[in-house]
């Protein structure tokens, strides 16, 4: 049951485009319980968006693992940071909640609906991916990085917030080659 919850609090933010349409009737109404039968799994709407971004972030990290599969780390490396890109237009709705702060709002953690270690763990996966195929581009010599956890946190920002411009700025005529002016500098690649 608490998996129908989160799956149809998803299907309800996919479908709306708008977090606040996630509460607890609009939850019980999609899977055909009563809302208050909700209460046994979790304690209020608060905690089912936490899980939902539990959730989106475990799917987002496995996207990037799909994607880094190249034998060539710089053609792995792209390919994350492509698979990050996708998952930023493909999934909208769950990504601006991913980083929208509805999770980890002080009374979110109060409520223990996260505790702050599990607050700061979301998205670590993640970064991992990107931490570990810069590394790989790094030991074949083909990424100057002396730090490849900073840089992997730099192209992250990078990747980010040329997600959000692209969500918001539709008509805007970007570059063919944006992707490749934000990874290669800051991926420290080497031709």
Not at 70 to 82: K, N, S
Not at 98 to 117: I, N, Q, R
Not at 123 to 151: F, K, N, Y
Not at 172 to 189: C, G
Request: aromatic share 6%; with cysteine; net charge negative.
């Amino acid at each position: 049951m608490r998996a129908d919850i989160v799956a149809a609090a998803a299907s309800i933010l996919d479908e709306t485009g708008d977090e606040q349409a996630v509460t607890l009737r609009a939850v019980a109404r999609q899977i055909g319980i009563a809302a208050p039968s909700i209460y046994r799994h979790f304690a209020d709407r608060q905690a089912i968006l936490v899980a939902l971004v539990g959730e989106a972030f475990a799917e987002f990290e496995q996207r990037l693992r799909d994607a880094a599969v190249a034998e060539d780390p710089v053609v792995r490396l792209r390919a994350v940071c492509d698979a990050y890109l996708e998952y930023a237009r493909s999934r909208p709705q769950r990504y601006r909640v991913m980083f929208g702060g509805l999770w980890s709002a002080p009374d979110a953690v109060a409520a223990e609906a996260m505790t702050p270690d599990a607050a700061a763990e979301l998205g670590q996966g993640a970064l991992r991916v990107i931490a570990g195929t810069l590394q790989d581009c790094v030991t074949a010599g083909r990424s100057t990085s002396d730090d490849p956890l900073a840089d992997a946190v730099a192209l992250w920002l990078g990747l980010h917030g040329l997600a959000h411009q692209r969500a918001v700025s539709h008509a805007f005529p970007w570059p063919p080659a944006i992707v490749d002016r934000l990874v290669i500098p800051l991926a420290h690649l080497t031709p």
